[in-house]
């Protein structure tokens, strides 16, 4: 009787260890579902849906996508994308602060002045600039209305080509001068611009972005009646480059008049498009406007041609930030900038 006992004994030691074994193989299983359940929440719906889908998967079940669910989903990726360019990712301060693409923090101390300057420019756009922008894309055609651009964009380049030399940039300084030639004299005074079709990237620099690199990265913020949002850096440099712009040269006062509200109109036009993003519906619309001009300033001061090389486009913002021809400026501020 002993030895079947002994033999019962070890087979029943050898049945429990295959089972503790078995049960240590699918252990991780489960820990791989928990650690993926934890991080879904904190992404988005896409990450959920995986998650959802990986006990199906385990349990040998078939699981097919929706294509109605798809679409939205798709659509709400590229809004949660554009936000996180704006605001950073949620939670990921560090890291994006490691990235170099940190989100400035708004200096506003003057937000109750600055918040009754924002209404009045609102007011302001609602019953003169919009009305006048709407009525010159009705009326003007769009290839003149491209030339126009370009021809204010090209009276501009003297201002870049100085603070480009200023912020120690030659290379930016000679494709500004560059671009001036060019387009002054083949683009028929700037009407055509030539320069981008010959691969001379239009990049804008201004006092203000020079003073920034020099040092004077934080400044405070400031809404001016007329002039919409600027810091206080900016306004200095905004004083700054006026001698560099040729139309304050002009000695006919009625031409001089024209050509400075006909810029002003066009830059209002160009806002038009990008107005959807201006929700009606936002629960505090001067903050919204305040950070997407803080943060499309940002990304002038250190865009490519100091960090990195100038024909690599900055991928850390939506297009409409990212566009020279289109700042992000406040639909109820008539000047932008």
Same mark, same amino acid.
């Given at each position: ?21 078995? $049960? ?11 650690? +993926?359940?934890?991080?879904? /929440? ?15 998967? /385990? ?17 709400? @990726? ?35 002045? %600055? ?6 420019? $609102? ?18 055609? #769009? ?5 126009? %651009? ?18 120690? %940039? ?12 060019? %387009? ?7 009407l055509f611009d030539m320069a981008s079709k010959a691969k001379m990237p239009d990049r804008g620099e201004d006092f203000g972005q020079t ?6 990265? #934080?400044? #405070? ?19 700054? @480059? ?9 000695? @006919? ?17 160009q806002l038009l498009s990008i107005e959807g993003l201006m929700s009606q519906g936002a629960v505090d619309e001067y903050t919204l406007f #305040? ?39 406040? +639909? ?6």
């Amino acid at each position: 009787m002993m030895p079947l006992r002994s033999t019962t004994l070890v087979l029943l030691c050898a049945l429990a260890s295959a089972c503790a074994s078995t $049960g240590n193989q699918t252990a991780p299983q489960g820990d791989a579902t928990v650690v +993926a359940a934890d991080a879904a /929440a904190s992404e988005p719906a896409a990450s959920v849906a995986v998650v959802d889908a990986a006990p199906a998967q /385990a349990s040998g079940v078939e699981t097919e996508a929706t294509p109605a669910s798809t679409q939205p989903q798709v659509a709400d @990726d590229e809004m949660e994308s554009d936000f996180a360019a704006i605001y950073g990712q949620p939670g990921g301060g560090d890291g994006d602060a490691a990235n170099g693409n940190a989100v400035p923090v708004a200096y506003d101390p003057w937000e109750k002045y %600055n918040r009754r300057v924002h209404a009045f420019n $609102g007011a302001v756009d609602r019953a003169v600039a919009k009305p006048l922008a709407r009525a010159y894309v009705a009326v003007v055609p #769009r290839p003149v209305r491209t030339g126009v %651009n370009n021809f204010f964009d090209n009276l501009g380049q003297p201002v870049t080509l100085v603070n480009s030399l200023l912020q120690g %940039n030659p290379r930016g300084a000679a494709n500004a001068l560059g671009r001036f030639l060019l %387009n002054s004299t083949i683009g028929i005074g700037g009407l055509f611009d030539m320069a981008s079709k010959a691969k001379m990237p239009d990049r804008g620099e201004d006092f203000g972005q020079t003073m920034a690199v020099w040092g004077w990265q #934080r400044s #405070r913020y400031i809404e001016v009646p007329f002039l919409g949002p600027r810091t206080v850096r900016d306004m200095i440099g905004l004083a700054a @480059d006026t001698p560099l712009r040729p139309i304050r040269y002009l000695e @006919d006062d009625k031409t001089r008049v024209f050509l400075q509200g006909l810029q002003a109109v066009d830059l209002r036009a160009q806002l038009l498009s990008i107005e959807g993003l201006m929700s009606q519906g936002a629960v505090d619309e001067y903050t919204l406007f #305040r950070d997407m001009w803080l943060q499309r300033r940002n990304y002038q001061i250190n865009q490519a041609g100091r960090k990195k090389d100038a024909s690599a486009p900055d991928e850390t913002l939506p297009p409409y930030l990212m566009q020279d021809d289109a700042e992000p400026a406040p +639909a109820s501020t008539p000047g932008g900038e």
